[in-house]
């Protein structure tokens, strides 16, 4: 299943929000072919740990995710962290032809 979506849409789950969507910098969508279940760490959630994760990334032209790393912390280690390896098993759809990558931003919310 290919699913197109821009990076201010908002979706509303429980207990946590995984909504796939990835903004390019160059104002094209990016498709998401293969999300894994977000993991929420125990340890943050036995803590009452919530917050926003904002990941910047980028995909290569085969839609594998080659660089991420946290632009906006939780202010939680351990939801950072989880955020972070979310976003990198994720898979997109390849570029077109003749673009070799392309820049994303990725906001994960945590809610219990």
Do not use: C
């Not at 202010?75 to 898979?91: I, S």
């Amino acid at each position: 299943m290919n699913i197109k979506y821009r990076i201010l849409a908002t979706a509303l789950a429980l207990p946590l929000l995984w909504s796939p969507m990835a903004h390019s910098a160059n104002n094209s969508d990016l498709s998401v072919v293969y999300t894994p279940k977000l993991f929420y760490p125990n340890a943050a959630r036995l803590a009452k740990q919530e917050g926003l994760v904002v990941i910047l990334g980028q995909v290569n032209a085969q839609g594998k995710v080659t660089q991420a790393h946290i632009k906006t912390s939780s202010g939680h280690a351990d939801l950072d962290q989880a955020a972070l390896k979310q976003v990198q098993k994720t898979r997109f759809k390849p570029l077109p032809q003749g673009q070799d990558s392309a820049d994303f931003e990725q906001p994960i919310q945590f809610t219990l």
